[in-house]
């Protein structure tokens, strides 16, 4: 059974930073393209960040600058690394395969 979970999220101040963690089982991440997204509370899910199987990374403007993506294959794991958190950063943050494969969601709160 192929299975996303995620694991970082919380309460930060506005200027802090969050490490969030998706590990995988029963599919192998470093073999696919993957995402974070997130949504916010009466709004729609929007893409954060995104990395190819061959290492590419995009970012949504809003987060350029300030949110790494990566993948550690030893751990078989895409983390995102956000930095200078803003409270308009605040959602639930979800890892896929776009298209195929979601987490369950992690919430990120960060305050003023």
């Known amino acids: 059974q192929v299975q996303l979970v995620e694991s970082g999220g919380g309460l930060v101040q506005a200027g802090g930073s969050l490490r969030l963690s998706c590990a995988a089982s029963?599919?192998?991440?470093?073999?696919?393209?993957m995402a974070w997204y997130r949504q916010a509370p009466g709004k729609q899910r929007e893409l954060v960040a995104s990395?190819?199987?061959?290492?590419?990374?995009n970012y949504a403007d809003s987060a350029k600058g300030r949110f790494t993506i990566s993948r550690d294959n030893a751990k078989n794991t895409v983390d995102l690394q956000m930095n200078s958190l803003k409270p308009e950063d605040t959602a639930v943050y979800y890892c896929a395969v776009p298209d195929s494969v979601w987490g369950q969601g992690t919430q990120v709160t960060v305050s003023s």
């Open positions: 990395i190819s199987s061959g290492g590419n990374t």
């Open positions: 029963g599919i192998m991440l470093r073999l696919l393209a």
